[in-house]
């Protein structure tokens, strides 16, 4: 978290400051959050990699770098929202405007590249997406949940993405060996469902905020992630229930998603 719709609507907010120049850049100094010398650098454009936020940097010597901020599990960004505590970093444009940077736990971080990294048909809602899944997904001897957390393979989605789709296909987490049908309606669906996420503004369950620090809604939509002991929505016969696949909590409801 955030995911792949939460990191979306943040890089559609981000996009005010293309074409604006960085005038100040403050950070914490540390291995995952470097003081990195970017200021007067213009921002070219924003854009986003799977769960990661990418500036296209600019410097007076028309050389091009990248900025990528990966939030991790807790990070937050907010607009003029002196978001003290734990605080990672400050970035101040040429307009005035402050974007704020905190992250709870420190999993998230920042780092230059000078190449753009690309996903090479892994953009989930790419149209070339569903035939770099099939490939990857159809007849493996490993649980789908723990597949689609695979950054390799479907950049972006996490938990809450992984375990509403599976249900939404009434596919099991512990499915081993997916048909080329399955695998495609499982694309489908999560496809589906991150249109939705995004329309809602993302999910917010713990921390993440939008940049004016409004809440997502999509977290009113879910079906079985966080769901455990409550009756199903699809059958009403059975309870959400949940199990452990490689030590990770996955939520499910045992009559629509059969093993």
């Known amino acids: 978290m955030p995911e792949y719709a ?8 981000l996009r005010v400051v293309v074409g604006k120049t960085i005038e100040d850049f403050w950070a914490i100094d540390s291995e995952r959050f470097p003081l990195l010398s970017i200021k007067d650098f213009k921002v070219k454009e924003v854009c986003q990699l799977g769960k990661v936020i990418v500036f296209s940097l600019v410097s007076r010597k028309n050389e091009t ?3 990528n901020l990966h939030l991790g599990m807790t990070g937050e960004l907010g607009w003029e929202r002196e978001l003290i505590v734990n605080l990672k970093g400050v970035v101040t444009f040429s307009d005035g405007k402050r974007l704020y940077l905190r992250d709870h736990r420190g999993f998230g971080r920042w780092y230059l590249t000078s190449e753009k990294c690309e996903l090479e048909g892994k953009e989930v809602l790419g149209a070339q997406f569903l035939a770099h899944v099939k490939k990857l997904l159809r007849g493996r001897n490993i649980p789908i949940y723990a597949l689609m957390l695979d950054q390799d393979i479907i950049p972006g989605v996490g ?3 992984a375990q509403e789709a599976l249900y939404a296909t ?3 987490p512990s499915k081993k060996n997916l048909s ?4 495609s309606l499982l694309v489908k669906k999560l496809r589906w469902l991150i249109k939705k996420a995004i329309r809602e503004g993302g999910a917010t369950m713990a921390n993440y905020r939008r940049l004016d620090g409004s809440k997502g809604q999509f977290q009113n939509y879910f079906r079985v992630y966080s769901r ?3 009756s199903c929505f699809g ?3 059975n309870l959400i ?3 452990k696949i490689y030590g990770r909590t996955v939520y499910y409801c045992p009559t629509c998603q059969p093993l």
């Open 6 to 13: 939460e990191v979306y609507c943040l890089v559609r907010d």
């Open 228 to 230: 455990v002991g409550e």
């Open 180 to 183: 080329e049908l399955e695998v």
């Open 170 to 172: 009434g596919l099991h």
């Open 241 to 243: 229930d949940k199990i």
């Open 159 to 161: 938990s809450y993405l």
């Open 65 to 67: 770098t990248y900025l």
């Open 235 to 237: 059958c009403k016969l």
